[in-house]
């Protein structure tokens, strides 16, 4: 089983940056696809990018193309996500997941998930 620990949350300004990191432990990080989701209040989680194992290929919501880029450094066993002109309704509980199953990478079916970061994007 992977335990995932996400961090780098916080409260920013419309336009804004921030950087969100998921740090991997329990098995072989290079074995997992990595993917970036975000819930907000009275809202279903969604997908918002998500990166092979090798970091061969990502993908992204329409919403975020542009603005954030996913990225993982399997010698530290974490993935990253930058965003870049956050927006107010960004605002949400960030969550990083893996899954070592390829079929899945770009859906939202992934196995392993962490507790959550808040990102709070204010006007």
């Known amino acids: 089983q992977v335990q995932l620990v996400e961090s780098g949350g916080g409260l920013v300004q419309a336009g804004g940056s921030l950087r969100l990191s998921c740090a991997a432990s329990?098995?072989?990080?290079?074995?997992?696809?990595m993917g970036w989701f975000r819930q907000a209040p009275g809202k279903e989680r969604e997908f918002v990018a998500a990166?092979?194992?090798?970091?061969?290929?990502?993908g992204y919501a329409d919403s975020v193309k542009g603005r954030f880029t996913i990225s993982r450094d399997n010698a530290k066993d974490t993935v990253y996500l930058q965003m870049n002109s956050l927006k107010p309704e960004e605002t949400a509980v960030y969550y990083c997941?893996?899954?070592?199953?390829?079929?899945?990478?770009?859906?939202?079916?992934?196995?392993?998930w962490g507790q959550g970061t808040q990102v709070t994007v204010s006007s």
């Open positions: 997941a893996a899954t070592p199953l390829r079929s899945k990478w770009l859906t939202t079916q992934y196995d392993y």
């Open positions: 329990g098995r072989t990080f290079s074995n997992y696809d």
């Open positions: 990166i092979t194992r090798s970091a061969g290929s990502s």
